[in-house]
């Protein structure tokens, strides 16, 4: 289910590089390799074992081709996925697009009790993101800990590690944004947020067992140094 030989990732293609041979059958995911939301659909892309299936097109977004905007992406964001000659945009709609269009494990649930609870998890991410990103610039152990608390209690609904009980793309959706969180929220904060969350650390110590999560993760030190000049600086 997962890949057992690390992916050679491609070069980043930035204002300088030429675009691939656009439309031509092959299928793409337009990603930048620090961008939780492009994570979302890499780690369910390599879930699936679909390294072969969709090829990765790192974008620099800081630097970015003139061309994804005017020949790819309008909206000129990542992650999108050139498939069957169009394009798809924003990272919920992308992992399920992929695990509806594409073989490999189902990552969502047939119960329509866990259907039900994947939506309003899927619901609550731009909340839990803001709320986190707010707390910066107040009281991180109150403001944040809100947050943290909900995953906490969702955590304790079904048996098993994960939201749903077992992994699923809701899994998919938040690990990128806790792992960032949890860096910065102990490294400038010294607020560790598993401290009196059990489930928690379960559920963030199961998914770095897992090679298509690992394989994505970003560079600690870059990611507390990126969130210290946006939020901080």
Not at 22 to 31: K, S, V
Request: charged share 25%; hydrophobic share 35%; proline share 8%.
């Amino acid at each position: 289910m997962t890949a057992t030989v690390k992916e050679v990732l491609p070069p980043i293609l930035d204002s300088t590089s030429q675009p691939p041979p656009l439309f031509d059958g092959t299928t793409r995911l337009y990603t930048n390799l620090q961008c939780p939301f492009a994570q979302r659909v890499w780690i369910t892309r390599n879930y699936k074992g679909l390294q072969d299936k969709i090829k990765l097109v790192p974008i620099d977004l800081a630097n970015r081709p003139p061309w994804y905007k005017e020949k790819v992406y309008p909206e000129n964001k990542v992650p999108s996925l050139e498939h069957d000659n169009k394009i798809i945009g924003e990272s919920l709609d992308l992992v399920k697009y992929l695990d509806t269009h594409f073989e490999g494990p189902t990552l969502l649930p047939d119960e329509p009790a866990k259907r039900e609870f994947a939506e309003e998890l899927f619901n609550y991410t731009d909340t839990f993101n803001k709320t986190v990103f707010s707390s910066f610039k107040g009281d991180v152990t109150k403001e944040a800990g809100v947050a943290f608390d909900y995953l906490e209690s969702a955590l304790e609904k079904f048996e098993g590690p994960f939201l749903l009980g077992e992994i699923s793309l809701v899994d998919f959706a938040y690990i990128p944004f806790v792992e960032r969180f949890q860096l910065f929220l102990q490294e400038v904060y010294k607020y560790d947020v598993t401290i009196g969350r059990p489930k928690l650390t379960t559920w963030i110590e199961e998914l770095n067992k897992i090679d298509a999560y690992t394989e994505t993760k970003p560079d600690p030190e870059y990611v507390v140094n990126f969130y210290k000049k946006r939020f901080l600086g």
